[in-house]
């Protein structure tokens, strides 16, 4: 069965950094983009970053500067790495895999940036 299994997620400081991690199956992940996006409380879910099949990236300006998203074909797994984080970056985040015909959803993992 298709799964996409969220970690990393917690408490952290303002300031702080903190790397999450997606671990794929069920699915031939190198064939997949991957994102993440974010929803925080009483907002939409927005876009936060893509890393397409050839190791291209793309980033909102919201935090372009500050994270990163890469990807471990061997592993099956999307990273994003969070530096210089806010509270505005308080939100559940969620994994995506797209390549055009499907997509799929994580089950979401919560950041809180807080002091």
């Known amino acids: 069965q298709v799964q996409l299994l969220e970690s990393g997620g917690g408490l952290v400081q303002p300031g702080g950094s903190l790397k999450l991690s997606c671990a794929a199956s069920?699915?031939?992940?190198?064939?997949?983009?991957m994102s993440w996006y974010r929803q925080a409380p009483g907002k939409g879910r927005e876009w936060i970053a893509t890393?397409?099949?050839?190791?291209?990236?793309d980033y909102a300006d919201s935090v372009k500067g500050r994270f990163t998203i890469s990807r471990d074909n061997a592993k099956a797994t999307v990273y994003l790495e969070m530096n210089s984080l806010k509270r505005e970056d308080t939100a559940v985040y969620y994994c995506?895999?797209?390549?055009?015909?499907?997509?799929?959803w994580g089950q979401g993992t919560q950041v809180t940036v807080s002091s």
């Open positions: 995506n895999a797209r390549n055009g015909w499907f997509a799929y």
């Open positions: 069920g699915f031939t992940f190198s064939m997949y983009a």
């Open positions: 890393i397409t099949t050839v190791g291209g990236t």
